[in-house]
């Protein structure tokens, strides 16, 4: 990773609004997880304005983003990025732990979402004892169990067999159906099908598939 | 997060890699263990001291020779000193109201023999003001009294140990035994009273002052041995003496008034010097341990990269990440700490079992300077290392192999 200042994202002009399912695609090295760091809070962008929620975040200390990331934002990771040692329950209530909840209540919370997830009996278990696909559950537990505004998923499939990607699709969709907002980044079209609208991020500048 | 929450996830962290905890803990057990061992070591030598002194009596007051006992120095060239004699001890006795007993001793080492037997022994000559002065009590027969000093009566009293040797069992009372060239009537013996100030009490002869003089050949004292009205006017009664001596010693002060807090002072001392010395040794071990901490804190950081990314990205502010780290190396520390200080207890409570001229006592003061200093050590070692892992880009961390 070099110092040189490269510029990735360069007309990007995006609004999603509360309830919608987006997926971005574009070829690797085109921008889209840059961009989704940014709507992610973890990344500020150099130029230009992100709302979230009416919220500033350009504006932002590095604690007001902390607390955005804990409270509005929920995570997909492509590897799932579960902490190994822990059962899977305490993998999901790692959220709620920096928002400072009632160990009882996040307990209760987090095998509330397992449920959700279709995990409830696998709540002991280790990541090391789940599948991939159970895995990618558990992680979209962790992701949903602070109620987010919205879900960010970056290749959530990607390192998943066809079966059990579909299952973690299906499941994402079944939480849009619940009301959660959805942006969702890969380069698989079958993948993004999954979404309503499909927008499409080609040399820092993103299109929209349908206009 | 609440702090109780922070030390349940560092303990969870430590526990993952068990072995390499307790590793890494043990330079701080050792060091913190060492400190007490070595603390309580010194501590029982003060003890052992201030025991052996103590039984001098606290308005005891030693005069000697010479102006070298305190100030150390020596005497260059001309400055003779000048004795102390028997009318010395006398003088002081009469001229100061402060002074109840002035005992005149001269020391010297002589074989005694009884029939066949005989034994080379320390002789003691003092008067019969000694023995109430020093509380030293006569088991068998009688003290001296103050004709045996003034006619120069050839009698003396033995020690248990040299009864024992001349006589056995049978009873020395009225037996005349030699010493030197001359007879004398033994005429009492001591109570057991074992080794105090490296002599051995027991394992002496005592005569009349007047008497030794004329057996050793010398008028020299080896001391004057004063005791005070009470405990209150020992100062007084001190000063008493410097007058009283430095008039008949033609101005100079060449003679030395110790009394026993001063012995103490002096003794004591030289052993805080010993001990601090050995306890700041032992400290730098733990300081060794403390480099270890932060060394497994560094490899513990960079393991755990996407951990602190994942931490990061669900919410974990920079003083979060940067508060578990600092917890981990801390209570990793005082685990280590609270180990050693059990340890270094154990230690020290176990030597004097086994080594039984190594008395040890456990200063209360050392274990909480170990445990603070353990604790200490924590936090020290964890703050660059919880740094490093609270700056660390979320979004690098989370894509770290």
């Avoid at chain 1, 997926?23 to 973890?42: E, F, H, R």
């Avoid at chain 2, 805080?272 to 306890?279: F, K």
């Avoid at chain 2, 502010?317 to 700490?337: A, K, P, R």
């Avoid at chain 2, 050392?366 to 880009?393: C, E, T």
Wanted: glycine fraction near 10%; include cysteine.
């Amino acid at each position: 990773m070099g110092r040189g200042w490269i510029e990735v994202l360069k007309g990007v002009d995006l609004m999603v609004n509360r309830g919608e399912f987006v997926a971005i695609m574009g070829p690797s090295g085109s921008g889209k997880s840059t961009l989704l760091n940014i709507i992610g809070c973890l990344d500020r962008p150099t130029e230009g304005e992100y709302l979230l929620d009416g919220i500033r975040v350009e504006d932002l200390g590095d604690r007001e983003l902390a607390e955005i990331r804990n409270k509005k934002i929920g995570f997909i990771f492509q590897n799932f990025n579960l902490l190994p040692r822990m059962p899977a329950w305490r993998n999901v209530e790692l959220p709620l732990l920096y928002r400072g909840v009632h160990p009882k209540k996040r307990k209760e919370m987090a095998l509330q979402v397992l449920e959700k997830v279709g995990l409830a009996d696998r709540a002991e278990h280790r990541p090391s004892e789940l599948s991939g696909g159970e895995q990618q559950r558990v992680a979209i537990a962790r992701a949903i169990v602070g109620g987010p505004t919205v879900l960010l998923a970056d290749e959530p499939t990607g390192n998943l067999d066809s079966a059990s990607g579909w299952q973690v699709m299906e499941t994402l969709r079944n939480l849009n159906r619940e009301g959660s907002t959805i942006i969702l980044v890969t380069h698989n079209p079958e993948v993004a099908g999954f979404a309503e609208r499909i927008l499409t991020l080609k040399e820092g500048f993103l299109r929209d598939e349908f206009s | 997060m609440s702090l109780v929450e922070t030390i349940k996830i560092s303990l969870d962290a430590l526990r993952i890699n068990k072995v390499r905890s307790i590793l890494t803990m043990l330079g701080v057990v050792i060091g913190v263990a060492a400190v007490i061992i070595l603390v309580s070591l010194g501590e029982g030598a003060r003890q052992y001291i201030r025991k052996e002194f103590g039984s001098l009596g606290t308005n005891i007051l030693i005069v000697v020779p010479g102006k070298t006992a305190r100030e150390g120095g020596m005497h260059m060239g001309t400055s003779a000193v000048r004795k102390l004699v028997y009318d010395d001890a006398l003088l002081i006795k009469r001229r100061s109201i402060h002074v109840v007993y002035s005992v005149p001793v001269i020391v010297g080492t002589s074989w005694v023999k009884y029939r066949g037997r005989s034994r080379d022994t320390y002789v003691v000559g003092v008067t019969e003001e000694y023995f109430p002065a020093r509380n030293l009590q006569v088991d068998l027969g009688r003290n001296l009294n103050h004709e045996d000093v003034q006619y120069r009566r050839r009698v003396c009293i033995l020690g248990r140990t040299v009864k024992r040797d001349l006589f056995g069992d049978r009873n020395p009372l009225g037996q005349a035994i030699k010493i030197g060239d001359g007879r004398y009537r033994v005429i009492g013996v001591m109570k057991r009273k074992g080794v105090t100030l490296g002599y051995d009490l027991d394992d002496v002869v005592f005569i009349p002052t007047t008497v030794a003089t004329e057996l050793f050949d010398t008028d020299a004292l080896f001391n004057i041995t004063v005791k005070a009205r009470s405990e209150e006017v020992v100062d007084d009664a001190k000063r008493d003496i410097r007058e009283i001596l430095r008039r008949r010693h033609a101005g100079r002060e060449d003679f030395t008034v110790l009394s026993q807090d001063e012995m103490l002072e002096v003794m004591g001392k030289v052993l805080t010097i010993m001990t601090s010395v050995l306890a700041g040794i032992a400290a730098i071990s733990l300081i060794v341990g403390g480099i270890g901490i932060m060394n497994i804190m560094l490899v513990s950081v960079r393991e755990r990269t996407r951990e602190i990314g994942l931490r990061k990205a669900v919410g974990a502010t920079n003083e979060d990440i940067l508060f578990q780290f600092l917890t981990e190396s801390t209570v990793l520390s005082l685990i280590g700490g609270v180990t050693g200080i059990g340890l270094g207890i154990g230690v020290s409570l176990l030597v004097p079992q086994l080594v039984s001229y190594l008395p040890s006592k456990i200063a209360t003061w050392s274990v909480f300077v170990a445990f603070f200093f353990s604790g200490l050590v924590g936090i020290a070692s964890g703050v660059y290392p919880a740094l490093k892992a609270a700056r660390y880009d979320p979004i690098v961390a989370l894509r770290y192999e």
